[in-house]
T-cell receptor
Framework: AQSVAQPEDQVNVAEGNPLTVKCTYS??????LFWYVQYPNRGLQFLLK??????LVKGSYGFEAEFNKSQTSFHLKKPSALVSDSALYFC??????????????FGKGTRLSVIA | NAGVTQTPKFQVLKTGQSMTLQCAQD?????MYWYRQDPGMGLRLIYY???????DKGEVPNGYNVSRLNKREFSLRLESAAPSQTSVYFC????????????????FGPGTRLTVT
């Protein structure tokens, strides 16, 4: 069965510092991996995805994520955090070998707080 | 384009009452989904519809029913609401389900905040 874990409920970072939000996954084969962001009282917004190819994926708002197969990780990063990046971040995964073509499985979310 | 719209935005029900949450998308997407979001639990899939005319159970379908009315609309019904169904409900859509080496991102509505007393 596919699953995804976000080991940190909360991440605090100072504005201007680099940020990392961690995600690890568990699937049988090569995964499809996604990051979404949720601002207060809003729905989730797509940030980026990894399907195949280059392990470093660039997405919206200056975010990027690195797929690491040996560590089964897909950490979200940004070189310089902004206060406006403060939000709830979700990692999601799907095993493409799942013959049922089921939707994504989401992690529990990590709340990012960027302090001015 | 409005994207994914949901009505109502807020609702308070008494235990045992019924209601239907409405969702519509204008992106001509084939697949639609209903999730609930609870603190510390992330998003959990209730039901999904791979295409018009089909629906399937997700992780937490008990107490809910769905109708894919047409390609645009996917409704979620609570027949007899319970306090455990107090949650924020999100509808989402995507071009299709993942298949054949392609996985499309999902687009989410703004959510419905439901309280059952």
């Amino acid at each position: 069965a596919q699953s995804v874990a976000q080991p940190e409920d909360q991440v605090n970072v100072a504005e201007g510092n680099p940020l990392t939000v961690k995600c690890t996954y568990s699937v049988s084969g090569n995964p499809y991996l996604f990051w979404y962001v949720q601002y207060p009282n809003r729905g989730l917004q797509f940030l980026l995805k990894y399907i195949t190819g280059d392990n470093l994926v660039k997405g919206s708002y200056g975010f990027e994520a690195e797929f690491n197969k040996s560590q089964t990780s897909f950490h979200l990063k940004k070189p310089s955090a902004l206060v406006s990046d403060s939000a709830l971040y979700f990692c999601a995964v799907r095993d493409p070998r799942n013959s049922g073509n089921t939707p994504l499985v989401f992690g529990k979310g990590t709340r990012l707080s960027v302090i001015a | 384009n409005a994207g994914v719209t949901q009505t109502p935005k807020f609702q308070v029900l008494k235990t045992g009452q019924s209601m239907t949450l409405q969702c519509a998308q204008d992106m001509n997407h084939n697949s639609m989904y209903w999730y609930r979001q609870d603190p510390g639990m992330g998003l959990r899939l209730i039901y999904y519809s791979a295409s018009e005319g089909t629906t399937d159970k997700g992780e937490v379908p008990n107490g809910y029913n769905v109708s894919r009315l047409n390609k645009r609309e996917f409704s979620l019904r609570l027949e007899s609401a319970a306090p455990s169904q107090t949650s924020v409900y999100f509808c989402a859509s995507s071009e299709a389900l993942p298949a054949g080496g392609v996985s499309y991102e999902q687009y989410f509505g703004p959510g419905t905040r439901l309280t059952v007393t």
